[in-house]
């Protein structure tokens, strides 16, 4: 077993008994946690609360969580769906066992979308950006303490919002996309007035997905897109130049094309019918007339 594994998934000690943890695991159960599932969610849970060894759960905040998923997302070994599983034994816990005032409010949501697959070798963007040359030369934005409020009070921006969608026959999964960066932005900042929003919050947001979330090209640029289509058709005027802004920075990619010459070399490796397939897919690597030389002999066909 690796190390990477064996960090991933051990076992921490907490201050809580076993007979404390004997009853939460009924607890899940008895909130549809498959048997297969539950003492997955036992260790996710266990491992979050010996995250904060001197802190009484009761007492954790919102922010206590944010520091905790954004630590976690950036293990390489993690996999999209035990990001997820992290996130939903967390949620369970606050939302379903604790009931804390807060945790209904909480943007659950947000970081269950936040889980992405990548490939071992995949050069992220967390890892890009951990050199603090990157950093120095950025002012990174926090954005505002959390507000349960918050989601009640941009309610009707996020139903402006909507509607502007609607207007212009947008597909669904464009609306909740949308709405889902444009709230999250405007959570981000707190506007008293989000008529008064201007270009150097969205260079502040955009700058921070990056440096602080760690996003990818794609979510980066759905986050400008929403925020572009606010400006334009909510607030009814152009968002304008941004400036110089960090950017997510793209993976590099291997050439996956064989040169000609390498692709010669496996068919002269071939022999019989395999090297008639093989040319006949490459085109260009083995002439027509070259396949037509094969002895008929030599292609062992299957007429079964």
Known sequence: MNNNYTSLNKEPATSYSQDFWNNYTVFLVKQGISDKYVNWYILRTKQYIAHYPERNVRTHTPQDIERYLSKSGQQQQLKSWQFRQIV?????????????????????????????????????????????????????????????????????????????????????????????????????????????????????????????????????????????FLFHHVLDRPMGDLGEFTRSKRPSKLPVVLSKDEVRAILNTLTGKHRLMAGLLYGGGLRLTECLTLRVQDIDFDYG
């Open 88 to 228: 939903h034994a967390i949620q369970t816990l606050f939302t379903d066992a604790l009931k804390l005032s807060w945790a209904s409010n909480f943007d659950w949501e947000y970081w269950h979308s936040s889980a992405k697959q990548l490939e071992d070798s995949h050069p992220t963007v967390a890892r890009d950006y951990q050199n603090t040359e990157d950093l120095q030369h950025s002012t990174i934005f926090e954005g505002k303490p959390y507000d349960p409020q918050a989601k009640e009070r941009y309610k009707p921006a996020v139903a402006e919002l909507t509607k502007a969608i609607r207007n212009k026959n947008y597909s669904i999964k464009t609306e909740k996309t949308y709405c889902h960066w444009v709230a999250r932005f405007l959570y981000f900042h707190q506007p008293d007035d989000i008529s008064e929003i201007n270009n150097t919050q969205v260079h502040q947001y955009l700058e921070y997905l990056v440096l602080k979330r760690n996003v990818s090209v794609s979510t980066q640029k759905q986050a400008l897109n929403a925020l572009a």
